[in-house]
């Protein structure tokens, strides 16, 4: 019932068109049941009177029926669309508008064909359901209930002994919609998880071929469509079951209809235009019934696909943007402070688990130049993803001049922070569109002059169609290293005060990496920078190395004073075989 009542706001806003089809319907219906009727008197007044006239007249009568029948039709067709579609394009536009709201910790643990088959397929049979099975459905009812009472009002008898077999049609029909739910509910998770297999071996095929594991991907994906076909294939058993039952009692209530009907008239108790017009009749009340089963298996589809689309709907959206009195990010400047900040993500168990970053304490200066270094897993991408708030501390405070993070405009303060991500991603576009993401009307010498930066501007220069080129979803057709560039430029044009580098040179070879070191010294000149390396050779210009350990800062000082602790930092250093600059 909650489902039905939620779906109702969806249908609110076309409820004028909701109107108009069912007046069209009712006056659809109306006429339906008028047409039997006219029938009767052509047999009862025209032909067993001989009245030529009348038998015309009503010819007349039930051809314009058919005429305004069809033009009803028409319409009430295009109506029933028209708010199928409204509510497809209210329900995807909330889907969209929420996946974009949604944090990273739902992203964390979200599979995308998941999302991908309740934007697509569950959305269309909540659809087919509201805009068209809905519709049928009460247009059935009022065929049903109003040609039972128009036979009523002819013959009660006989429609009463007609209708002796429609209470077992009605059980058969409520078994079918007991049994029916459930398969559809399998089937719409079933879709889901085949949309999930399909995506991830279409984005994995890399490593698939690479591993030839080509075969078992093809059996993974064939177990699962196996599982979807077997589930339909119950379901096709109990439509196989209980449809052709129904023929059968519609059959037999015709039957009956003719032989009681027969007697009644032979016994001279019903005319026989009446036993004629109940010939007619009683497809009114067959038909509904017969309807009925696609209808309920049209309803179970949207009762199962609803929740799954309601359930994205109703995820708590953890980080959001203060609601008011949001300080202002234009005049950012940089000044980054962690006080006494932990982090855990929100599947981990505070109270038994260590969390990823404990008791964090730093103060950053306006341009300071910080570099992050610390063995794999120990809290680099974390501690920095918390600038921007893709997670909010779960202790502590992170201010920025000042202010706590949670207590600036969301968007304005991601837009003050550029990011080179440690995985890059780039847009099927072209290559300017690409380093224009963040400033959509940055104007040709802007984004050839972040390029520069990036040491990506030769590059594209020869590129087909220079910075119109167009580029994979993956960048594809570009290195690792080009794409990392890309990315790079994409962060310089934003001119952010604080830019954050996450292993932003780790696909470079070193002679590039050198180059765009030199590069960015002029770009972080003013900038409050962090840079996450493993390699020592791109934090040496850091004004401070931070060391972490098992989420905790083990160390920190510049490159020299690192050097001589001996400490974890010279391990490293010694490791990479690299020469102490002197200071
Ligand atoms: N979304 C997540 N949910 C739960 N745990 C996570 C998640 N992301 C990372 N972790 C865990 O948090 C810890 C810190 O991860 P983080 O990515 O910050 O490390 P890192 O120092 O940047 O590592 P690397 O140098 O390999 O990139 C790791 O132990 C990791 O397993």
């Given at each position: 019932m909650k489902i039905w009542l939620r779906l109702m706001k969806y249908l609110r806003p076309n409820s004028k068109w909701i109107l108009l089809s069912i007046v069209l319907m009712m006056v659809g219906t109306l006429v339906d049941l008028v047409a039997p009727w006219l029938l009767k008197v052509i047999f009862d007044q025209g032909i067993g009177k001989g009245n030529e006239n009348l038998i015309l007249l009503l010819i007349l009568a039930l051809a314009g029926i058919q005429v305004v029948k069809s033009l009803g039709s028409f319409v009430q067709g295009r109506t029933q669309e028209m708010v199928g579609q409204n509510v497809v394009f209210m329900l995807r536009k909330e889907l969209y508008t929420q996946l974009q709201k949604l944090s990273f910790s739902y992203y964390d643990k979200a599979q995308t064909g998941q999302?991908?088959?309740?934007?697509?397929?569950?959305?269309?049979?909540?659809?087919?359901?509201i805009g068209f099975g809905s519709m049928m459905m009460f247009g059935g009812l009022l065929t049903f209930v109003g040609t039972i009472i128009f036979m009523m009002s002819m013959q009660w008898e006989v429609t009463l002994i007609s209708m002796v077999f429609t209470p077992l049609l009605i059980i058969s029909l409520m078994r079918f919609n007991k049994k029916v739910g459930p398969a559809w509910g399998q089937i719409r998770e079933q879709m889901g998880r085949l949309t999930t297999t399909?995506?991830?071996?279409?984005?994995?095929?890399r490593v698939v071929k690479a591993f030839a594991r080509e075969k078992t991907e093809k059996n993974k994906f064939e177990s699962r469509n196996d599982q979807n076909f077997e589930t339909n294939m119950e379901r096709a058993k109990m439509e196989a079951k209980t449809f052709p039952l129904m023929g059968f009692y519609g059959g037999v209530t015709f039957l009956l209809m003719v032989f009681v009907g027969g007697i009644y008239v032979a016994n001279g108790k019903m005319s026989l235009g009446t036993f004629m017009a109940f010939q007619w009749y009683v497809w009114g009340v067959i038909w509904p019934l017969n309807?009925?089963?696609?209808?309920?298996?049209?309803?179970?589809?949207?009762?199962?696909?609803?929740?799954?689309?309601?359930?994205?709907?109703?995820?708590?959206?953890?980080?959001?943007?203060?609601?008011?009195?949001?300080?202002?990010?234009?005049?950012i400047i940089g000044r980054v402070s962690f006080e006494e900040v932990s982090f855990h993500f929100a599947d981990?168990?505070?109270?038994?688990?260590?969390?990823?970053?404990?008791?964090?304490?730093?103060?950053?200066?306006?341009?300071?130049?910080?570099?992050?270094?610390?063995?794999?897993?120990?809290?680099?991408s974390s501690l920095i993803a918390l600038l921007s708030r893709f997670y909010d501390v779960s202790g502590g405070r992170l201010l920025i001049d000042g202010i706590d993070v949670r207590d600036y405009e969301l968007d304005g303060l991601r837009r003050r922070i550029g990011i080179v991500p440690q995985e890059t991603f780039l847009f099927s576009a072209s290559i300017r569109d690409n380093i224009a993401y963040g400033v959509p009307d940055a104007s040709q010498e802007q984004i050839e002059w972040a390029a520069?930066?990036?040491?990506?501007?030769?590059?594209?220069?020869?590129?087909?169609?220079?910075?119109?080129?167009?580029?994979?979803?993956?960048?594809?057709?570009?290195?690792?290293?080009?794409?990392?560039r890309v990315a790079l430029a994409r962060a310089i044009l934003m001119d952010p005060p604080i830019l954050v580098l996450d292993e932003a040179t780790a696909s470079v070879d070193t002679a590039t990496e050198s180059a765009i070191h030199e590069a960015l010294l002029e770009v972080m000149k003013g900038r409050t920078t962090f840079i996450i390396a493993q390699r020592l050779s791109s934090v040496k210009r850091a004004d401070r190395i931070i060391v972490l350990d098992k989420g905790q800062i083990v160390?920190?000082?510049?490159?020299?004073?690192?050097?001589e602790r001996g400490g974890f930092f010279r391990g490293l250093f010694e490791m990479q075989e690299i020469a102490p600059v002197s200071s």
């Amino acid at each position: 019932m909650k489902i039905w009542l939620r779906l109702m706001k969806y249908l609110r806003p076309n409820s004028k068109w909701i109107l108009l089809s069912i007046v069209l319907m009712m006056v659809g219906t109306l006429v339906d049941l008028v047409a039997p009727w006219l029938l009767k008197v052509i047999f009862d007044q025209g032909i067993g009177k001989g009245n030529e006239n009348l038998i015309l007249l009503l010819i007349l009568a039930l051809a314009g029926i058919q005429v305004v029948k069809s033009l009803g039709s028409f319409v009430q067709g295009r109506t029933q669309e028209m708010v199928g579609q409204n509510v497809v394009f209210m329900l995807r536009k909330e889907l969209y508008t929420q996946l974009q709201k949604l944090s990273f910790s739902y992203y964390d643990k979200a599979q995308t064909g998941q999302i991908m088959s309740r934007m697509t397929g569950d959305i269309e049979a909540v659809k087919n359901f509201i805009g068209f099975g809905s519709m049928m459905m009460f247009g059935g009812l009022l065929t049903f209930v109003g040609t039972i009472i128009f036979m009523m009002s002819m013959q009660w008898e006989v429609t009463l002994i007609s209708m002796v077999f429609t209470p077992l049609l009605i059980i058969s029909l409520m078994r079918f919609n007991k049994k029916v739910g459930p398969a559809w509910g399998q089937i719409r998770e079933q879709m889901g998880r085949l949309t999930t297999t399909l995506q991830e071996n279409i984005s994995g095929i890399r490593v698939v071929k690479a591993f030839a594991r080509e075969k078992t991907e093809k059996n993974k994906f064939e177990s699962r469509n196996d599982q979807n076909f077997e589930t339909n294939m119950e379901r096709a058993k109990m439509e196989a079951k209980t449809f052709p039952l129904m023929g059968f009692y519609g059959g037999v209530t015709f039957l009956l209809m003719v032989f009681v009907g027969g007697i009644y008239v032979a016994n001279g108790k019903m005319s026989l235009g009446t036993f004629m017009a109940f010939q007619w009749y009683v497809w009114g009340v067959i038909w509904p019934l017969n309807m009925l089963g696609w209808q309920i298996n049209m309803m179970q589809q949207a009762i199962k696909a609803a929740p799954r689309v309601f359930e994205v709907l109703d995820t708590p959206i953890t980080i959001d943007t203060i609601k008011e009195g949001a300080a202002d990010t234009a005049n950012i400047i940089g000044r980054v402070s962690f006080e006494e900040v932990s982090f855990h993500f929100a599947d981990q168990d505070a109270e038994k688990e260590t969390g990823v970053l404990s008791n964090i304490s730093l103060h950053i200066e306006q341009g300071e130049v910080v570099a992050v270094l610390g063995s794999t897993g120990s809290g680099k991408s974390s501690l920095i993803a918390l600038l921007s708030r893709f997670y909010d501390v779960s202790g502590g405070r992170l201010l920025i001049d000042g202010i706590d993070v949670r207590d600036y405009e969301l968007d304005g303060l991601r837009r003050r922070i550029g990011i080179v991500p440690q995985e890059t991603f780039l847009f099927s576009a072209s290559i300017r569109d690409n380093i224009a993401y963040g400033v959509p009307d940055a104007s040709q010498e802007q984004i050839e002059w972040a390029a520069r930066k990036a040491q990506i501007h030769e590059f594209i220069e020869t590129m087909p169609f220079g910075y119109d080129t167009l580029i994979g979803e993956r960048g594809v057709g570009l290195s690792g290293g080009q794409r990392q560039r890309v990315a790079l430029a994409r962060a310089i044009l934003m001119d952010p005060p604080i830019l954050v580098l996450d292993e932003a040179t780790a696909s470079v070879d070193t002679a590039t990496e050198s180059a765009i070191h030199e590069a960015l010294l002029e770009v972080m000149k003013g900038r409050t920078t962090f840079i996450i390396a493993q390699r020592l050779s791109s934090v040496k210009r850091a004004d401070r190395i931070i060391v972490l350990d098992k989420g905790q800062i083990v160390e920190q000082g510049t490159h020299k004073e690192l050097y001589e602790r001996g400490g974890f930092f010279r391990g490293l250093f010694e490791m990479q075989e690299i020469a102490p600059v002197s200071s």
